[in-house]
């Protein structure tokens, strides 16, 4: 079984600066994907950004990034040059061995303009 | 882009009524998965179907059963419905080539209440 923990409920940032969205988890798989989702107040469920755990690289999308940490079992989600569009529930996820999505509880943010 | 399409958006119903959510992958994905999301909660999984055959099984109640059909498209069907069963349902679809986890890409979702 997989297990996600995004130990941040809440967080907010001024438009135009960086925030990053904290995410550990626990597999005892081998191979499994990594995964930020975005929810916002429309309750649609967006792809942010995908990492396999396989790769060393950091996936990046634009202004999204992530920190990688295998060893630590650490997913961080950095967003760079925030917008008011970027308000949203983030949901961090794994996929791994039988293909279902483990999601944490989310991260709310809230961008300040 | 195509994207995974649910209906019916929304959906009112009484206790112990039955409803039937539908959900129409992107083309050419073979894996429908179901997640069920109550108020501030995360999405929970329920069940997938991978070629029409079913895949995974979640925290499913036995009151719901769901089917993948023919053309690839999904069924969620709800009996006896209670007034926990209010949630957001979604259907995602992947392509599971190769064998492992591929991105699932979630529909609008239906959200369904019960009164």
């Known amino acids: 079984a997989q297990t996600v923990t995004q130990s941040q409920p809440e967080m907010s940032v001024q438009e135009a600066e960086t925030v990053t969205l904290s995410c550990t988890y626990d597999?005892?798989?081998?191979?499994?994907?990594l995964f930020w989702y975005k929810q916002p107040p429309s309750r649609q469920m967006i792809l942010v950004i995908r990492?396999?755990?396989?790769?060393?690289q950091n996936a990046t999308e634009n202004r999204f990034s992530v920190n990688f940490q295998k060893a630590a079992k650490s997913f961080s989600l950095k967003i760079s040059d925030s917008q008011l569009g970027d308000t949203a529930m983030y949901f961090c996820?794994?996929?791994?061995?039988?293909?279902?999505?483990?999601f944490g509880k989310g991260t709310k943010l809230s961008v300040i303009p | 882009a195509a994207g995974v399409i649910q209906s019916p958006r929304h959906l009112i119903k009484e206790k112990r009524e039955t409803a039937t959510l539908k959900c129409y992958p992107i083309?050419?994905?073979?894996?429908v998965y179901w997640y069920q999301q109550g108020p501030g909660q995360d999405p929970q999984f329920l069940i997938s179907?991978?070629?029409?055959?079913?895949?995974d099984k979640g925290s499913i109640p036995d009151r719901f059963s769901a089917q993948q059909f023919s053309d690839y498209h999904s069924e969620l069907n709800m009996s006896s419905l209670e007034l926990g069963d209010s949630a957001l349902y979604f259907c995602?679809?992947?392509?599971?080539?190769?064998?492992?986890?591929?991105?699932?890409?979630f529909g609008p979702g239906t959200r369904l209440l019960v009164l």
């Open positions: 996820a794994i996929g791994a061995g039988s293909y279902q999505l483990t």
């Open positions: 597999t005892s798989e081998n191979n499994y994907y």
């Open positions: 990492q396999e755990a396989y790769k060393q």
């Open positions: 083309p050419r994905h073979d894996t």
């Open positions: 179907f991978y070629e029409k055959m079913q895949s």
């Open positions: 995602a679809s992947s392509s599971r080539d190769r064998g492992k986890t591929e991105t699932q890409y």
